[in-house]
């Protein structure tokens, strides 16, 4: 569904340890000047006041009345209820907080919370890179178009959302798409996120440096790496192909199971230069049997959206037919499977407010 031109207005949130940053959102657009507060992060009455009057600041400069609340806020939480459980950032809720109940009394219009991998996702899927890839292989004549996307935020912790056929993937439990729990590559014990994510970058950086640099942050090392910065530059470099390994082992098995395309935003994105080389080779890789003989992580080749050649290659129109025996017809098919992974072209606050907004409206439209 595209709202790019829907004249319906959602409240939305950018909900941080902080910080909460209310907006809105009209026909894809961000419709006035963000409303930031502070969260009030230790006193849930605090707190709680601070939403009301966030939203209703908002509400106030709006032309028209707005028809949903829809926001992303950090877990753990039981997302489709709208209870907020124990958070290590927002003490406040600790013990449950009824949050979505709250906000539909005080409001009285219906409220969506989701967390920032899966409105991540969501917002690319239909309002961002996913659309965008599909419009660039129609110009190219190749007939095949992508419905599945994997998102993924590459911050403090190492979220990811998944959107089916247009739907975002919840699970039985609000556990879809929860990536940052696959087994490490390189610590197996350990959670993916050990080696994914701001902490991990800044643990390997002083491990292969031997520099006990606490105050570097990851762009930082980024400079470092790039000799814009005093450092050691081959440890920040080998920092980021053990990361970039370990997110395209993680990866490796979203795609198993997701077969679809991948985007990545976040803070972290911004050193993908560094990181997607060992990526897209750990991808691209192969994995061994008992008897002998290797086979490819994945059944798909898997291309750098962001190298103009490979993304030519992805869009490359390469049909194949199939005669149907007994007859003189044939049947066209896809000899060669693909897929693509890209960084996000757009803020990776606007594009979770993007799928908080499109999101917001796909559930109401369900209930007509």
């Not at 610590?187 to 390997?204: F, G, L, Q």
């Not at 049909?319 to 098919?333: D, G, N, Q, R, W």
């Amino acid at each position: 569904m595209d709202y790019s031109n829907d004249k319906r207005v959602v409240m939305t949130l950018d909900a941080g340890g902080t910080n909460f940053i209310f907006s809105a959102i009209q026909g894809n657009k961000e419709i006035l000047e963000p409303v930031r507060l502070p969260s009030g992060a230790n006193n849930l009455e605090i707190c709680l006041k601070t939403l009301e009057e966030g939203f209703n600041s908002v509400k106030e400069r709006l032309i028209q009345e707005p028809i949903a609340i829809s926001f992303a806020f950090p877990g753990p939480a039981d997302y489709v209820n709208g209870v907020i459980g124990d958070l290590p950032n927002l003490p406040a809720f600790r013990g449950g907080v009824a949050l979505k109940a709250f906000l539909e009394k005080k409001f009285g219009i219906p409220v969506f919370i989701n967390n920032d991998g899966n409105l991540f996702a969501y917002g690319e899927a239909l309002s961002g890179m996913l659309p965008a890839l599909n419009k660039a292989l129609e110009a190219s004549g190749n007939p095949h178009r992508y419905q599945n996307l994997i998102g993924i935020t590459l911050g403090t912790g190492f979220g990811a959302g998944v959107v089916l056929n247009g739907e975002l993937l919840l699970g039985d439990n609000g556990c879809g798409g929860d990536v940052w729990v696959f087994r490490d590559k390189y610590y197996p014990e350990m959670i993916a996120e050990e080696s994914v994510s701001i902490h991990a970058v800044k643990r390997m950086y002083a491990e292969f440096s031997g520099e006990n640099r606490s105050e570097l942050t990851p762009k930082d090392i980024c400079d470092i790496a790039d000799g814009r910065v005093a450092g050691d530059q081959a440890a920040a470099r080998k920092t980021f192909v053990h990361f970039g390994k370990g997110l395209g082992n993680a990866l490796c098995y979203a795609l198993t199971l997701i077969d679809g395309v991948v985007v990545i935003g976040g803070g972290l994105a911004g050193a993908h230069k560094y990181f997607f080389p060992a990526m897209l080779e750990e991808m691209n890789g192969q994995i061994g049997r008992f008897e002998g003989g290797n086979v490819p992580r994945l059944q798909m080749d898997v291309y750098d959206m962001t190298n103009p050649e490979q993304m030519a290659e992805l869009l490359k129109p390469e049909m194949m037919v199939a005669h149907v025996p007994e007859t003189k017809e044939e049947v066209p098919y896809q000899e060669h499977k693909k897929t693509g992974v890209d960084i996000s072209t757009v803020d990776t606050s606007f594009v979770i407010n993007l799928g908080a907004y499109n999101f917001a409206l796909n559930e109401l439209d369900k209930i007509k």
